[in-house]
């Protein structure tokens, strides 16, 4: 069995940055070296890693890789490179695709995709229906991730909006719910308001008020804090009263915050929640800058949220980064609030954005590891991922500091071929991503040929 030597790098690992060496041998890490130790046993290969951070493989439980049914804007094999050359080694599907993953079928039609086109690690959510709750039992726990609840606006049926249904969905299962929560009454009463209010300051707009004219700004008043913390309330009072894991996806206000405990450890914790990349990394400001490019749902908010989430990341009250990795073609975001699709492509250069706000201050690369991580391995009770540890799959990622580059659209592995990175000069590069042993990324280049492993979970 080969064994591979990455020798003299900073280990981030477990809140320690420490000089060392790790030896990898097949898929697994054999030994990790500190203070001189030397291998067990001669390495066939050496990689010198001086000047670099070895960190454990990025593990996002967020990512809409549009795979089947919506592949003109993405796919699996497109989305996992860009992975790979990001640092993520494992992944976890959404179901609103086209089918939705809302069916036993649809479900292992979805793991069958994945096996067949997935360079990395990966998993997929089941998605949770008004009606299809009576499923939850028949799903194999070791192998989906979570049940997926849409509690704000979504693609076909996949709005759960009935309170008998979440009831239901709340205490018919024990697999952690993951939800995006946004009050779907509240959104629509203020794009009611908003466009009336438009049309009576532009009257002679009013034709264009549904297409293009109504500023991106007005997507922070419509899909609004009110109307984030209402139905996360709501999710964080059900879930308390059936005693469900519950883990709210991209958390985006600062009042929502006050819902979550961080005084307990997270291996105890029923209630966890989730910021995306792009909350911690832009505000309601960058609209005027980049309009649609930014528009996600939840919306991008007033910089004190940002600044919030960012402390609410270090504080703990946020458990996990991830990135709701959701490409869609540039035609597809023209428009406005009312029209623009919302979504952006995040996979490829999450770990090295928030390397940066390292570089800033704001995060430690201890807590940047511990985030996107192992929390996530924790949260989901991950086998053998998310640390490095002995006797765990190797998967790692080498990033290099000081190595200064600017994204540019040649480098964007999403099919969609944009980024609202693009023009950013970041100080630090992925230099080489590790899956279950094989390097899998290196100098720019993906190894297209290699399948990432199905990710199991201890239950």
């Given at each position: 069995?080969?064994?591979?030597?990455?020798?003299?790098?900073?280990?981030?690992?477990?809140?320690?940055s420490?000089?060392?060496s790790?030896?990898?041998?097949?898929?697994?890490?054999?030994?990790i070296?500190?203070?001189g130790q030397?291998?067990?046993?001669?390495c066939?290969e050496t990689?010198?890693?001086n000047?670099c951070?070895?960190?454990?493989?990025?593990?996002?439980?967020?990512v809409?890789f549009?795979?089947p049914g919506?592949t003109?804007?993405?796919?699996?094999?497109?989305?996992?490179?860009?992975?790979?050359?990001?640092?993520v080694?494992?992944?976890?599907?959404?179901?609103?695709?086209?089918?939705?993953?809302?069916?036993?079928?649809?479900?292992?039609?979805?793991?069958?995709?994945?096996?067949e086109?997935?360079?990395?690690?990966?998993?997929?959510?089941?998605?949770a229906t008004n009606?299809?709750y009576?499923?939850f039992?028949?799903l194999?726990?070791?192998?989906?991730?979570?049940i997926?609840?849409?509690?704000?606006?979504s693609?076909?049926n996949?709005l759960?909006?009935?309170?008998?249904?979440?009831?239901?969905?709340?205490?018919?299962?024990d697999l952690?719910?993951?939800?995006h929560?946004?009050n779907?009454?509240?959104i629509k009463k203020?794009?009611?308001k908003?466009v009336?209010?438009?049309?009576?300051?532009?009257?002679?707009?009013?034709?264009h008020?549904?297409?293009?004219?109504?500023?991106?700004?007005?997507h922070?008043?419509?899909?609004?804090?009110?109307?984030?913390?209402?139905s996360?309330?709501?999710?964080?009072r059900l879930?308390?009263?059936?005693?469900a894991?519950?883990?709210?996806?991209?958390?985006?206000?600062?009042k929502?915050?006050?819902?979550?405990?961080?005084d307990?450890?997270?291996?105890e914790k029923?209630i966890?929640?989730?910021?995306?990349?792009?909350?911690?990394l832009?505000?309601?400001?960058?609209?005027?800058?980049?309009?649609?490019?930014i528009?996600?749902?939840?919306?991008i908010k007033?910089?004190?949220?940002?600044?919030?989430?960012?402390?609410?990341?270090?504080?703990?009250?946020?458990?996990?980064?991830?990135?709701?990795?959701?490409?869609?073609?540039?035609?597809?975001?023209e428009?406005?609030p009312?029209?623009?699709?919302?979504?952006?492509?995040?996979?490829?250069?999450?770990?090295?954005?928030?390397l940066?706000?390292?570089?800033?201050?704001?995060?430690?690369?201890?807590?940047?590891?511990?985030?996107m991580?192992?929390?996530?391995?924790?949260?989901?009770?991950?086998?053998n991922?998310?640390f490095?540890?002995p006797?765990?799959?190797?998967?790692?990622?080498?990033?290099?500091?000081?190595?200064?580059?600017?994204?540019?659209?040649?480098q964007i592995?999403?099919k969609?071929?944009w980024?609202?990175?693009?023009?950013?000069?970041?100080?630090?590069?992925?230099?080489?991503?590790?899956?279950?042993?094989?390097l899998l990324?290196t100098?720019?280049?993906?190894?297209?040929?290699y399948?990432?492993?199905e990710i199991?979970?201890?239950?």
């Amino acid at each position: 069995m080969k064994r591979t030597l990455i020798q003299n790098a900073i280990i981030v690992n477990e809140g320690r940055s420490t000089r060392g060496s790790v030896v990898i041998e097949g898929e697994k890490i054999a030994e990790i070296l500190e203070k001189g130790q030397k291998p067990a046993t001669p390495c066939e290969e050496t990689i010198h890693a001086n000047g670099c951070y070895l960190l454990p493989g990025v593990i996002d439980d967020h990512v809409h890789f549009r795979d089947p049914g919506l592949t003109h804007k993405a796919d699996i094999s497109t989305e996992s490179r860009a992975a790979a050359a990001g640092g993520v080694t494992s992944i976890m599907d959404m179901p609103n695709t086209n089918p939705q993953t809302i069916t036993l079928d649809a479900l292992n039609a979805k793991f069958d995709l994945l096996a067949e086109k997935c360079s990395v690690n990966y998993s997929c959510y089941f998605g949770a229906t008004n009606n299809n709750y009576t499923e939850f039992d028949k799903l194999d726990k070791s192998r989906v991730c979570g049940i997926k609840l849409f509690m704000g606006s979504s693609t076909g049926n996949m709005l759960v909006d009935k309170m008998n249904s979440l009831l239901n969905i709340f205490n018919g299962t024990d697999l952690l719910i993951a939800a995006h929560c946004e009050n779907h009454e509240t959104i629509k009463k203020n794009t009611e308001k908003y466009v009336r209010e438009y049309i009576e300051k532009y009257p002679y707009q009013y034709y264009h008020v549904h297409h293009e004219t109504l500023p991106m700004g007005y997507h922070a008043k419509i899909r609004s804090i009110a109307a984030c913390y209402e139905s996360s309330e709501l999710a964080v009072r059900l879930a308390r009263i059936a005693d469900a894991r519950l883990h709210i996806l991209h958390i985006s206000t600062a009042k929502e915050l006050s819902l979550f405990d961080n005084d307990i450890p997270l291996e105890e914790k029923r209630i966890t929640a989730e910021a995306c990349v792009s909350h911690l990394l832009f505000d309601s400001s960058d609209y005027a800058e980049l309009g649609t490019r930014i528009k996600c749902n939840p919306s991008i908010k007033a910089k004190t949220n940002r600044d919030a989430l960012r402390q609410a990341v270090n504080s703990n009250l946020i458990d996990v980064i991830a990135t709701d990795h959701a490409p869609h073609l540039l035609s597809e975001k023209e428009g406005g609030p009312l029209k623009a699709m919302s979504g952006m492509p995040m996979i490829q250069f999450s770990l090295i954005s928030m390397l940066e706000l390292v570089n800033e201050g704001i995060f430690t690369i201890e807590k940047v590891v511990e985030k996107m991580c192992h929390a996530p391995a924790q949260i989901y009770n991950i086998h053998n991922r998310g640390f490095i540890r002995p006797g765990y799959q190797a998967d790692l990622v080498l990033v290099r500091p000081d190595a200064l580059w600017t994204v540019s659209a040649e480098q964007i592995l999403s099919k969609c071929g944009w980024s609202p990175l693009e023009g950013r000069t970041f100080d630090w590069k992925v230099e080489k991503t590790f899956a279950n042993g094989h390097l899998l990324y290196t100098d720019g280049q993906v190894d297209e040929a290699y399948r990432g492993q199905e990710i199991y979970f201890k239950r």
